[in-house]
């Protein structure tokens, strides 16, 4: 899994309507305020449908490209003629704009939908194509036109700023001022989660004790200060719908129980099922939070100094 993908996603932008973070757990038990489940584009998939308003077979051959690209940016994304079950939809309708015995120009609006409908992002592309490409097809011209558009797309579903031409930008300058200490958490030791339908029981523990270990968190199995354990329960909602709570429960080394983390929402039926793979991470992102302010406020005591 690649650095960027583990998250630049999570993706500021989305993952910033997960809510803001709790008071520190304190004084016994307490639950977080529940955070969205896995809204964003590469939790469950994105459907890329054929583009409305072209001619056959050119609103697939689009289609495909997009999808094809998108995948090549580790986003989970499948061309479909409808959207049957994943996470969000990106559509585009063609409207000519003007049209000679040779060429047609092509406006393209793009729409990266929720699973609620909700229009996320929009990109207009302006195209010119030679009227045979338009009235038979052209599958290189296609895939020229589908990548534009999933880079364009891409930078709000994973945060990826890709350099279409020239040099790369170089980095920028390092702040000056000193540095905040980091928190002092204590070490874990974090369990597979139970009730995960697919490979879900690893993958999101996996998930989860990379997401902390990124940030400072120290793993230990043989002794943890705090034991992290997760329950996935999923139950059906509709006929097309299920409602997946995830939660985690920290306990120390007696067994006290010292705080959770909620995850819950309604998510198309099957999709958890089969292989997580970035699943998993947007999950352990949309929860990162929650569960890093957990642990710091549970930290053990500073060593005392040594003489």
Known sequence: MRARFIFALLMTGLLAACGNLPQPFRDGPKVTTDNPLLDVPTAVGIAVV?????????????????????????????????????????????????????????????????????????????????????????????????????????????????????????????DARPALPLPNFPSVSVQPVEGAPGDGREALRVAVLQSLMDNGVRRDEINPQVVLTCQLTATPYDQTSQKVEIVWRAMDRSGKELGTVKLDNTIPLGGLDGPWGPTAYAVAGAALNDLLTLLAANAPPPEPRKP
């Open 50 to 174: 054929p583009v409305r308003g072209a001619l056959q077979p050119f609103d697939t051959q689009i289609s495909n490209a997009v999808a094809q690209r998108l995948q090549s940016f580790e986003i989970p994304a499948e061309a479909v003629p409808s959207n049957a079950g994943l996470g969000f939809t990106l559509e585009a309708e063609a409207r000519p704009a003007e049209a000679t015995a040779a060429n047609v120009g092509i406006v393209l609006n793009w729409t990266l939908r929720s699973r609620r409908g909700t229009s996320m992002r929009s990109y207009r592309q302006v195209v010119t194509v030679p009227a045979t490409s338009w009235r038979d097809g052209d599958a290189a011209l296609a895939a020229q036109i589908g990548n534009e558009a999933a880079i364009a797309m891409s930078d709000l579903i994973i945060g990826l700023s890709i350099p279409v031409d020239g040099p790369v930008a170089p980095p920028p300058l390092a």
